[in-house]
């Protein structure tokens, strides 16, 4: 129980210092205002330009480039007796509706699923994991489908393609949306690789809402090759500025065994938006592991994020 607590006086803490206005802060706001902009306005920029590159037919509206946007997020972890350890995640989405509305050109750090990736075992992206690609959302029959073809830059070039698609029937019982999706990337250093999962959302009130989320990933190039992964969500939005996630997650895979529960983990995910376009994030972690005879141990995450979009700039 102590164990238990100890994560959740850390998050009082934070919660604390977040909605103290400090000078320091407002100095950084105010005078980052420009730079914000500038960043902003550069990546608005670069979808026009590359746009034209493709059709140079006709000149568009630079209005129609707006929702471009960029994001820094710097993060600190620490595992229990361990030390802290530094990330960071960058995202940059740039508009080309020349081609369609429904293209993207992102680029961005490897995606990373939060079951899998572990704070004791992070996977850090200090060795500039990004990857480039273009991205096509569409809608077709009620079933959102989203196509992804790219490259992984890092000390070896690795092409890749990843297609998705899910579907969503609403109020199916009791106010139940109930999802299904699948994903295949195929790469050349990770091989194929196959992400199926179901989801059960019940919004419970004006605040609350309740999830279920269970996932089966599956790899072609790895002897540990399955992994199912169940979770329950419980989202509460405290208000427009503040907001907590209460999670029970389970890993069960192939690693030494066959599929067996090797981790169980509570966690807690809180985030204040200073502004609409700034945030922290704190993300304390109880969790049990198989090799330590399931002992708990904890783990934290702080995260401070920013978005570079219109509006978050006067």
């Known amino acids: 129980m102590k164990k238990l607590l100890l994560p959740l006086l850390l998050i009082s803490t934070v919660n604390v210092s977040a909605n103290s206005e400090t000078s320091v802060l ?22 026009s330009n590359l746009d034209n590159y493709v059709d140079d037919s006709k000149k568009l509206d630079i209005k129609r480039y707006s929702s471009a946007y960029g994001l820094l997020e710097l993060s600190a972890f620490q595992n229990q007796h361990g030390n802290v350890s530094f990330d960071q995640k960058v995202k940059i989405r740039l508009k080309l509706p020349k081609l369609k509305d429904n293209f993207r050109l992102v680029f961005e750090s490897d995606e990373v699923d939060e079951n899998k990736d572990f704070i004791e075992n992070h996977n850090s992206n200090a060795n ?4 480039l690609g273009l991205s096509y959302d569409t809608l077709k029959k009620d079933v959102k489908l989203k196509a992804k073809v790219g490259i992984k830059l890092h000390n070896k070039l690795d092409p890749f393609i990843k297609l998705s698609a899910n579907k969503t029937w609403e109020n199916i019982y009791n106010d139940i949306d109930f999802t299904v999706g699948q994903n295949i990337k195929e790469s050349v ?8 999962f179901v989801s059960l959302d019940k919004q419970l009130n004006e605040y609350y809402s309740l999830h279920h989320y269970t996932e089966y990933y599956w790899q072609s190039g790895e002897k540990a090759d399955s992994e199912v992964i169940p979770s329950i969500y419980l989202n509460q939005e405290i208000n427009s500025k503040n907001y907590l996630t209460y999670s029970f997650t389970s890993n069960i895979n192939n690693i030494d065994s066959n599929l067996r529960i090797k981790r169980h983990s509570a966690k807690v995910n809180y985030r204040h938006f200073i502004k609409k376009w700034l945030y922290v994030d704190a993300v304390p972690e109880n969790y049990y592991r198989d090799e330590n005879n399931f002992k708990p141990r904890y783990a934290i995450r702080f995260n401070f994020g920013i978005y570079f979009n219109k509006g978050s700039y006067n």
């Open 128 to 131: 500039d994991d990004f990857n």
């Open 189 to 196: 250093v990770k091989k194929l690789e196959s992400t199926s």
């Open 26 to 47: 407002e100095s950084f706001i105010s005078n980052t205002n420009d730079y914000r902009k500038d960043i902003h306005n550069y990546l608005i920029d670069m979808s």
